[in-house]
């Protein structure tokens, strides 16, 4: 099971730090990734990490202000989110995978991963 929350209403260039409890094996087991959803848009992948984070990837426009790590003895993994922009409004959703993530696992595809949160809604305004 996997509980997200953090999210919150920010101003453009504002900071947010999204957290994402697993619960029922420990987190080591899986790969885990943050996708989001805007109003009236597809769901699209954020970011991902490998088990031991070893291996890290981001969606591009999120490059530079996105920061995903996890703390596998806490089985929490986080997203710290800085320079907010108000394209970044969307409910944001961890997600997790049994599946070894690597650059070919097709990891920024939904179908790919097969557990899920319920979301945290993070609103920017300008």
């Known amino acids: 099971q996997l509980q997200a929350c953090g999210g919150g209403s920010v101003q453009t260039g504002g900071s947010l730090n999204l957290s994402c409890a697993i619960s029922?094996?420990?987190?080591?087991?899986?790969?885990v990734a943050w996708f989001r959803q805007a109003p009236g848009k597809d769901r699209e992948f954020v970011s991902a990490a490998s088990r031991t984070a070893h291996l890290k990837y981001y969606t591009d426009s999120v490059k530079g202000r996105f920061t995903m790590f996890r703390d596998n003895s806490e089985n929490t993994v986080y997203l710290r989110i800085n320079s907010l922009k108000p394209e970044d409004t969307a409910v944001y959703y961890c997600?997790?995978?049994?599946?070894?993530?690597?650059?070919?696992?097709?990891?920024?595809?939904?179908?790919?991963?097969?557990?899920w949160g319920q979301g945290t809604l993070v609103t920017v305004s300008s």
């Open positions: 029922g094996r420990p987190s080591s087991n899986y790969a």
């Open positions: 997600a997790a995978t049994s599946r070894t993530l690597w650059s070919g696992s097709g990891y920024n595809s939904a179908g790919v991963w097969h557990y």
